[in-house]
Structure formats: C-alpha cells, structure tokens
C-alpha cells in the first residue's frame, strides 16, 4: 500500500513540473469576513478537533442563497488545493463554451475509388475528442457510470464496470460501412488523431479513446487452491492477458499484482485472491491508442462482413493520410450523446481523463490544437460570463491533480452561486455525487442520514505518503456544492481540510468520512433553522 501511495504521489508531483501556471486577472469580489471562531456547533468541532488533525487547517464556506447571507466563514478567502473539486471549474467552462447539446460527430471518411462494393483506397476515422465513442450509451442515450469508476481500478477496492461494450461505437461505424454498400476495403484503416497534440498532462487525453484508453482485467474467485477465473476487455488483437492468481481460503489475502510489456499489449496478473472476494478489477493502459483504435476498428469491419486487405495490427499509417479531404465521401458517422451526459460522468465518479480532455474540447471549439489554450476560454468564461474573480484560482490541468493548482472557497461557492441563475441550474446540481445515493457520494450517509439525497457536490483529494513518519499524508480534501433544506432551499458551501495525517489509508478513507459527515450536519442544521428550532 505504501508503494502505491508512494508512486501516486511521485506521478502527480511529475504531472506538474512540465505544467503551465495559468496566469489570472479579473474583477475584484466581495470576500465574506474569515471569522476563526465562527460557531459550527459541537458535532461539527469535536470532528475538526479527532487525532490526525491537531496540525490542520480547516476552511468552510456556507451561503444561503435566497439571501446572499454567510452562514459560516473560516479561511474563506484562503487558498486551499482543491483537488478534483477543480472539476467544477473546468466543466462549467466546457458546459458553457461547448453548450449541454453538443455532440461529437466522428467521421469515416472513404479516401479513394470505389469499384462496386470495393473501396480502393483507405478509410479515415477522424478523431474527434469523443470521450467514450459509444462505450458507456445505455440504450435510453444517457451515459452509464458506478459509483466508483474502472479508471481508479488500481486505486481503489470496490471498483466496477458498466455493463455496455466499450466496443459498441467501433461496431456501429463498421454496420454503416457495410449499409454503404462496401464490402471490402483495398487499402487500409487509418485513424487521424490530428484534432489536438495531446498535452503533458496526467491522464493524457488522446482524440481517439476506446474505454478510457484501458484494458479491464476482472478477477473471479473459484475454489480455494484452484486457479481465478479471468476475463478481460476489449479483447483487441495484440492484446494478450495472462493470470497466475490463485484463489486461496475465505478470509485470506487478496493481493492481485498487474505487469505489462513495454508496448502494453502483454498483460499478466499474478497473486491470490480470497475465496469469499467480490470479484477484483484491475486495469493495465493502452499505450498507443491510435494503433489500438486502428486494430479495433479493422476487428469491428470483420464481425459486420467488410474485409480489410491490409494486415490488422501494428502501427497507425498516420503518414498515409491526406493533407486533407475535398471531396472524399464521408461513409459512417458515429455520433455522440449531448455534452451533458459527459460533464454529468465526469463529476459524478471524479473522471480524471474527461476533465483533461474538456481542456482539448474547449480549446477545439476555438479552433486551437493546443489544450492549454482552453485556459483563455475559462479565464474569458469566469471573468464575463460568471463574474466570478478569476484570481480566486491557480489552474493547470483540468482534473485538479497538479500541484500548482489552488482555490478559495469564495471562488468555488460563487461558480456554484453562477449556475443558480442559468436555465440549466437543475441539471448540473443533479450532475453531482449527491450524498448517500451516487456518483463519489454513496457510501456515505446511508443510513438512518437526515441528509440523505439532500447534499449535491464534487469532492477533492491529494493524497501522499510521508516517509519521515511512516504515515498517510492527507495534503488535501475538500467538498463543494449544494446543501438542500428540508424546505427545498439551497445554500451553496465548501469544506475542506489540509495537513491531515493518519497511520494508514483506512485512515485517509476516515478523513473523506469526516468531510462528507461535516456536510450532513451542515445541511441538517440548515434546516433545523429553517423550522426555527435551533438545534446545532
């Protein structure tokens, strides 16, 4: 555990030192007075003040909004890390500047002569940016997630995957292919990832991506002493995965190790897993997502009768393709759902990828190819469109997981406060976790919980391993979003907590538990003012 600590803190460390500091200027704001000793209640203190925390600081930030009051105020004009609560930023940007409609329109453009049902030439797919390129569309055209998401697989136990078959948009394009009439391609299959240069940033957004550029390993226990049964995907020729595990007695140790070659397409697992375990995901990358999505593409033309004469894997042919395409016939089209069901996935399971690449979209949109220029559009978006004082952040990525990136908790409830007064205010505070139901918010308050389904936000983490102590670093974690009182009122708030230590990472676990549980005694003695009892 302290190797995986330690090697997440090394990469989020690297993510930063090839990072670009966003340079902020903006309209002055109005900072609510940071009262110390502004009265939380004794419920709310005795969690500030647990072991762990005798070196932190907490910050909070409450506002009515049918008031404009300041409930509570501690450090509100302060810098904290936000971690992913930086989402909040980077999607209201993306919302506003793609619009909640949009859709990426992916195109297999034919690029030679046809002959009959032959096609002499080559076909083009033309990435577009398209997060999940069929992959997650459930059948009603919503975008399917759990509540903790296959890409922190690695991370963290209880992760899961959505049943749809990351294949599917592949599968589609292939059927519109042969619906064309084209049975046979004398060429090849090229993709042309020339939408965007991918940025230095961690996850790295790609303008092809099939299953979040991932390959799922799931893990079944069978009988003690007997080989785990394996299943993986999308099963993509070069790929080739191996497992050693073995399942070993209830209660044992289930300890699954993941190990690929260089090129990624040789994966093996090894270790145990306990006869009475859940099944355990695991995830290894695709390390060359043009070259997969060629192979999977070519696959996909197989299963729907097109034959392609060129051999299936290897590198993608970018150099083959044309400096452009006139007249070229565009023969299949996969079509995403609206930009609301992304930014809606994003939030809810703290998507790192998607974050990164609403970055490229946006800077897209401009017609830019370089992702870091999106940082214009959401300086542009909060300064004009939100009125929110851009100086109130330090961004450098999308996901909020570079180390130079900060905000206030006067800058995250007025972004909050922004959408209130937008038509789509319902949608994007439904687009959160939500307390006790879903997204990174379920498994808190469960049970017996006042609050329950009545706290909308986005939580944030940094988390390291201190090796002076021996001991779990917590550099930050943080919660923002809407408290909804028992009367239907919503206050906006953030919470957040730097410099906790614990001996362990159950105890980080503990410390999100402390935020969220701030959060339902917040919301329930918002309520317990609305009804004039006073209760704290």
Same mark, same amino acid.
Request: glycine share 10%; with cysteine; charged share 20%.
């Given at each position: 555990?302290? &190797?995986?600590?330690?090697?997440r803190l090394?990469?989020?460390?690297?993510a930063?030192a090839?990072?670009?500091?966003v340079?902020?200027?903006?309209a002055?704001a109005?900072?609510?007075?940071?009262?110390?000793?502004?009265?939380?209640?004794? &419920?709310?203190?005795?969690?500030?003040?647990?072991?762990g925390?005798?070196?932190?600081?907490?910050?909070?930030?409450?506002v009515?909004?049918?008031t404009?009051?300041?409930?509570?105020?501690?450090? &509100?004009?302060?810098?904290?890390?936000?971690?992913?609560?930086?989402?909040?930023?980077?999607?209201?940007?993306?919302?506003?500047t793609l619009?909640?409609?949009?859709?990426f329109?992916?195109?297999?453009?034919?690029?030679?002569?046809? !002959?009959?049902s032959?096609?002499?030439g080559?076909?083009?797919?033309?990435?577009?940016?398209?997060?999940?390129?069929g992959?997650?569309?459930?059948p009603?055209?919503?975008?399917?997630? %759990?509540?903790?998401?296959?890409?922190y697989?690695?991370?963290?136990?209880?992760?899961?995957l959505t049943?749809?078959?990351?294949?599917?948009g592949?599968?589609?394009?292939?059927?519109q292919?042969r619906?064309?009439?084209?049975? *046979?391609?004398?060429?090849?299959?090229i993709?042309?990832?020339?939408?965007?240069?991918?940025?230095?940033? !961690?996850p790295?957004p790609?303008?092809?991506?099939i299953n979040?550029?991932?390959?799922d390993?799931?893990?079944?226990?069978?009988?003690?002493?007997?080989?785990?049964e394996?299943?993986w995907?999308?099963?993509?020729?070069?790929?080739?995965?191996?497992?050693?595990? *073995?399942?070993?007695?209830?209660?044992?140790p289930t300890?699954?190790?993941?190990?690929?070659?260089?090129?990624?397409?040789?994966?093996?697992?090894?270790? %145990?897993?306990a006869?009475?375990a859940k099944?355990a995901? /695991?995830v290894?990358?695709? $390390?060359?997502?043009n070259?997969?999505?060629?192979?999977?593409?070519?696959? &996909?033309?197989a *299963?729907?009768?097109?034959t392609?004469?060129?051999?299936?894997?290897?590198? +993608?042919?970018?150099?083959?393709?044309?400096?452009?395409y006139g007249?070229?016939?565009r023969?299949a089209?996969?079509?995403?759902?609206?930009? $609301?069901?992304?930014?809606?996935?994003?939030?809810?399971?703290?998507?790192n990828?998607?974050?990164?690449?609403?970055?490229c979209n946006?800077?897209?949109?401009? @017609?830019?190819k370089?992702?870091?220029?999106?940082? /214009?559009?959401?300086?542009?978006?909060?300064?004009?469109?939100?009125?929110?004082?851009?100086?109130?952040?330090?961004?450098?990525?999308?996901?909020?997981?570079?180390?130079?990136?900060r905000?206030?908790p006067?800058g995250? +409830?007025?972004?909050?406060?922004?959408?209130? /007064?937008?038509?789509?205010a319902?949608?994007f505070?439904?687009?959160?976790p939500?307390? @006790?139901v879903?997204?990174? @918010?379920?498994?808190?308050?469960?049970?017996?919980?006042?609050?329950?389904?009545? #706290?909308?936000? /986005?939580?944030?983490?940094? #988390?390291g391993?201190?090796?002076? +102590? $021996?001991?779990?670093?917590v550099g %930050?974690?943080?919660l923002?979003?809407?408290?909804?009182t028992?009367?239907?009122c919503?206050?906006?708030?953030?919470?957040?907590?730097?410099?906790?230590?614990?001996?362990?990472?159950?105890g980080?676990f +503990?410390?999100?538990?402390? #935020?969220n549980q701030?959060?339902a005694?917040?919301?329930?003695?918002?309520s317990? *003012?609305?009804?004039?009892?006073?209760?704290?």
């Open positions: 555990m302290r &190797a995986m600590i330690r090697g090394r990469a989020w460390a690297a930063g090839a990072a670009t500091l340079a902020v200027a903006g002055s109005t900072a609510p007075t940071a009262v110390a000793d502004d009265d939380l209640g004794p &419920a709310i203190e005795a969690i500030m003040h647990k072991p925390y005798e070196h932190a600081q907490w910050g909070l930030l409450e009515d909004t049918s404009g009051k300041v409930v509570h105020s501690r450090f &509100a004009n302060q810098f904290f890390i936000p971690g992913s609560t930086a989402k909040l930023v980077t999607i209201s940007a993306a919302w506003h619009g909640p409609d949009h859709r329109t992916t195109p297999l453009i034919a690029v030679g002569a046809r !002959d009959g032959t096609l002499n080559n076909l083009a797919l033309v990435a577009q940016g398209d997060l999940t390129m992959g997650r569309t459930k009603d055209g919503s975008v399917a997630f %759990t509540d903790i998401d296959h890409t697989a690695n991370d963290l136990p209880g992760a899961t049943p749809e078959d990351p294949l599917a592949l599968d589609q394009l292939a059927r292919v619906d064309a009439g084209i049975t *046979r391609v004398d060429g090849d299959v993709v042309d990832p020339r939408l965007f240069t991918p940025p230095a940033l !961690d790295q790609t303008p092809l991506i979040d550029n991932l390959i390993l799931l893990t079944t226990p069978t009988a003690a002493g007997q080989p785990a394996l299943s995907r999308p099963q993509v020729a070069p790929y080739q995965v191996t497992s050693t595990v *073995r399942t070993v007695a209830a209660g044992g300890d699954i190790r993941v190990a690929a070659s260089p090129d990624g397409t040789r994966i093996t697992l090894s270790g %145990t897993i006869a009475d099944p995901l /695991k290894s990358p695709v $390390q060359d997502p070259a997969f999505g060629r192979t999977a593409l070519i696959e &996909a033309l *299963r729907a009768g097109v392609v004469t060129a051999t299936p894997t290897g590198p +993608n042919p970018q150099g083959s393709l044309p400096a452009s007249n070229d016939p023969v089209a996969f079509v995403s759902p609206p930009y $609301q069901q992304y930014a809606k996935l994003i939030l809810k399971v703290s998507h990828l998607g974050a990164n690449l609403a970055l946006m800077a897209v949109s401009r @017609g830019s370089d992702c870091f220029d999106a940082f /214009k559009i959401e300086h542009d978006f909060l300064s004009q469109v939100a009125h929110v004082d851009p100086t109130q952040f330090q961004l450098a990525d999308g996901r909020g997981g570079d180390p130079a990136d905000a206030t006067i995250l +409830n007025e972004i909050l406060a922004y959408w209130l /007064k937008t038509p789509d319902d949608a505070r439904l687009s959160l939500i307390l @006790g879903d997204g990174s @918010g379920a498994m808190f308050c469960t049970h017996d919980c006042p609050a329950k389904g009545k #706290v909308f936000s /986005k939580p944030g983490s940094a #988390v391993f201190d090796q002076l +102590n $021996q001991q779990v670093a %930050t974690q943080t923002a979003g809407y408290l909804k028992d009367g239907g919503l206050h906006t708030f953030f919470i957040g907590v730097t410099g906790a230590s614990t001996p362990n990472i159950e980080f +503990n410390v999100v538990g402390d #935020v701030i959060s005694l917040l919301q329930e003695q918002a317990a *003012r609305e009804h004039g009892t006073g209760r704290e």
